[in-house]
C-alpha cells in the first residue's frame, strides 16, 4: 500500500490546494497522516480532516465532504467522506497495474525500495560457545539474527553475518584438564560436541571433590595463552569438532556466515583498545582491577581487565567493534542476544561513546526474551537443557509420520519432511513478538491449522499444485481482470510486502513478516475456497486466477525466505 499512499498523496495535495492555494503541507505530511480504517470494508485507507480545521477554519466533516466533491484519482474507485475522514478506496486498475503486474515484472525484488543501497550492516549472531551445549536458548539470535540480515539484504544492504564464537576462556583450561585426565579421542571423535559436554561437566562435578582442579585449569589456559603447542592443537581441536556439529543444525535452516572470527580472534587487538582507554583517562583501578565508571549514566562500572590483568568480555567485544569499523566500515553493527545481556551492551556501548569513537550510535543492540518448554524453564546449571538438534528431530520425526499417514506417495519426503519440521519450529518461534518469553509446545508448532509454519507450507504448496495443474493454459494471453472481492483482497494484502519488510526493519521485528505470511496465506485460501482457479468458464478470469497464484507463490516464498523457512512444493 505504500505506493498507493504515495500516488494518493499527490492527488490529495492538488485537490487541497484546490481549495486553500496557500496550504504549507507537502505529500510526505499526507502520507504520515493516512490511517487503516478498522474494517477494510470502509475503505482501504483513510484521510483523517481534523488537523486540516485549523488550517482551513471548517469543522473536519466539512472539510471531508468537501474534498469528496472535488477529488479525484485514477488509483482510487471511490472516495467517501465519513464523520471528518475521507475513506478512500484503491480501484482494480491499481491492483492490477501497480500489483500484480509489478510483482510479474519484479519477481524476487517485488517489496524491496532499494533504501539500503552502497550502504554496509554487520549481524552478529548465533556465537555459541565452543563445547558447551547449543541449545534452545540459542534458537532466538539464530533465526532472528539470520532473518534480520536476509531483511536487510532484501533492501540493498551490502550485508556481512558474522558468528563470534566464544572460542576463548577459562572453559578451554577445563578442557584441556578434562580431556587429559579422561578424555579419548575415538569417543570425542565419535560423539562430537556432547562428548566434549561431558567432559565438561565431568570436570565440573570432580573439581567439587578436588579442589586442585581449578589451578590445573587455571595453568593449562595460561599455557594455551602463552601458544604452548599441544594445547594449542587440542584447542583447535576442540574448535573444529563444535563447528562441525554447529554446521549441521545451519545446514537445516539454510544459513551460511560471512565469517567465524570469534573472540580467541582479537586477544592481539584488545591492549591497543586497553591503552586507549587508559590515555584518555577513563581507566580507574578499583580493588585491582581495571573498570571504567558509569555511575554517571546509571550504570554499574564496565569491567576491562580483572585484578591479574587478563581481559574479559566486554574488552573483547570492543576490540572486536573497532575492528569491524575498520573492516567493514558499517553503516550498522547488530548484535542478537537474549535480553539477559542487555546491560552488557549497554555499558560497553556507553564505553566505545566515552572512548570517542564517533560510530558509537551505529551499534544497536536487539535483544530477545526466553523460552521454556511445556511451561518449563531451562537452566544449563542442572542440565535441563534442550538442545537444538534435538528438537530438530522431533520435529522432523513428527512430520515424517504425518506424510507417511497422509501421503505416502510423496517423493523426496526425507527432504519435504526437514523443511517442514524445521520451519515449524522457526516459525513457531518467530512469530511472537521477540521481546516476549514464549513457551514452546510442539504440538501447537506442528500444527497444519492455525497460524503456523506447517499451514503456510502447505498453502505454498497449494499454489505450486495449482500452478502445476495450469501449466498448459496460455495465461498471460489475456488482459487481467478482476471479477470478485476475494481478488481484490488477495492483491491488497500482496500490495503490504514492502511495507511489511520496512516495518520488521525499523522495529528489529521478523513477528512482522511471519504474521504477513498468515495474512497472505488467509487471503489465498479464502479466493481459493470461493473462487474457482483453473477450472473457471471464463478464460479471462479463468487466466487471472491463474496469474494471481503466480503471484502469490513469488511473495510468500520471499517472505520465507526472509524468515529462514524453506519452501516446499508439495507436501
Ligand atoms: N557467545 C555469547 C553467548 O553465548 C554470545 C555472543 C554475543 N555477541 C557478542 N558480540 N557479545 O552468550
Known amino acids: 500500500m505504500n505506493n498507493f499512499k504515495n500516488l494518493v498523496a499527490k492527488d490529495l495535495l492538488y485537490c487541497l490546494k484546490s481549495i486553500s492555494p496557500e496550504l504549507e503541507l507537502n505529500s510526505d505530511d499526507l502520507i504520515s497522516m493516512f490511517e487503516y480504517p478498522p474494517d477494510s470494508s470502509l475503505g482501504d485507507i483513510a484521510f483523517p480532516c481534523f488537523k486540516l480545521s485549523r488550517i482551513f477554519r471548517k469543522a473536519p466533516p466539512v472539510i471531508a465532504k468537501e474534498i469528496e466533491e472535488k477529488f479525484s484519482s485514477i488509483v482510487v474507485s471511490k472516495a467517501q467522506a465519513v464523520n471528518g475522514y475521507l475513506n478512500i478506496f484503491v480501484s482494480n486498475d491499481y491492483l492490477i497495474k501497480n500489483v500484480l503486474l509489478e510483482i510479474e515484472d519484479k519477481k524476487e525484488k517485488y517489496g524491496s525500495d532499494g533504501s539500503g543501497k552502497g550502504k554496509t550492516a554487520v549481524f552478529d549472531y548465533s556465537s555459541p560457545n565452543v563445547a558447551k551445549p547449543f541449545h534452545i536458548g540459542h534458537l532466538g539470535t539464530t533465526v532472528i539474527g539470520h532473518s534480520l540480515k536476509k531483511l536487510h539484504e532484501f533492501q540493498g544492504y551490502n550485508c556481512v553475518g558474522i558468528n563470534y564464537l566464544g572460542d576463548w576462556g577459562t572453559q578451554f583450561g577445563k578442557l584441556i584438564t578434562a580431556y587429559n585426565l579422561w578424555g579419548s579421542d575415538e569417543e570425542i ?86 591503552e586507549k582507554l587508559r590515555n584518555s583517562g577513563l581507566l580507574r583501578i578499583d580493588d585491582g582491577a581495571s573498570i571504567v565508571d558509569l555511575s554517571d549514566y546509571n550504570m554499574p562500572p564496565c569491567l576491562i581487565l580483572k585484578k591479574d590483568g587478563s581481559t574479559l568480555y566486554p574488552t573483547r567485544d570492543i576490540a572486536a567493534a573497532v575492528y569491524r569499523k575498520e573492516t567493514y566500515d558499517f553503516d550498522k553493527c547488530i548484535y542478537v542476544t537474549s535480553a539477559g545481556q542487555s546491560l552488557h551492551f549497554a555499558q560497553w556501548f556507553k564505553v566505545v561513546e566515552l572512548m570517542g569513537y564517533n560510530w558509537h550510535d551505529k551499534l544497536v543492540h536487539v535483544p530477545y526474551g526466553t523460552v521454556s518448554i511445556n511451561g518449563e524453564k531451562l537452566a544449563t546449571r542442572t542440565g535441563n537443557v534442550i538442545l537444538l538438534k534435538d528438537l530438530f528431530k522431533t520435529a522432523i520425526e513428527k512430520v515424517s509420520e504425518i506424510i507417511n499417514e497422509k501421503n505416502p506417495n510423496l517423493e523426496n519426503r526425507e527432504e519435504v519432511a526437514e523443511a517442514v519440521g524445521v520451519g515449524s519450529v522457526v516459525f513457531y518461534y518467530l512469530y511472537n513478538n521477540r521481546i516476549k518469553d514464549i513457551n514452546f509446545i510442539m504440538k501447537d508448532a506442528l500444527s497444519f491449522e492455525g497460524n503456523t509454519g506447517p499451514y503456510a507450507q502447505y498453502t505454498y504448496a497449494r499454489t505450486c499444485g495449482i500452478l502445476d495443474k495450469s501449466k498448459d493454459f496460455d495465461f498471460m494471453a489475456t488482459e487481467p481482470v478482476i471479477s470478485t472481492p476475494e481478488e481484490a483482497d488477495l492483491l491488497k494484502v500482496l500490495s503490504k510486502f514492502g511495507e511489511a519488510v520496512k516495518g520488521a526493519i525499523k522495529e528489529y521485528e521478523p ?28 478464460i479471462n478470469v479463468r487466466n487471472t486466477r491463474i496469474r494471481l497464484t503466480s503471484a502469490t507463490k513469488e511473495v510468500l516464498g520471499n517472505a520465507f525466505e526472509l524468515i529462514c523457512m524453506k519452501k516446499t512444493e508439495k507436501i
Open 189 to 274: 571423535e565419535k560423539e562430537g560436541v556432547d562428548g566434549l559436554v561431558a567432559l565438561y561437566v565431568k570436570f565440573h562435578h570432580e573439581a567439587e571433590i578436588d579442589e586442585t582442579l581449578n589451578q590445573k585449569a587455571r595453568d593449562e589456559f595460561a599455557k594455551l595463552e602463552h601458544g604452548d603447542e599441544t594445547n594449542i592443537r587440542l584447542w583447535k581441536w576442540f574448535v573444529e569438532i563444535s563447528l562441525k556439529e554447529y554446521q549441521k543444525t545451519y545446514k537445516q535452516l539454510g544459513i551460511e556466515f560471512d565469517s567465524y572470527k570469534g573472540e580467541s580472534f582479537y586477544t592481539d587487538k584488545m591492549p591497543a583498545q586497553v
Open 511 to 538: 513477528s512482522v513478516i511471519t504474521r504477513y505470511i498468515i495474512d497472505i496465506c488467509s487471503a489465498f485460501n479464502k479466493f481459493y475456497h470461493n473462487c474457482q482457479i483453473a477450472t473457471a468458464n471464463d
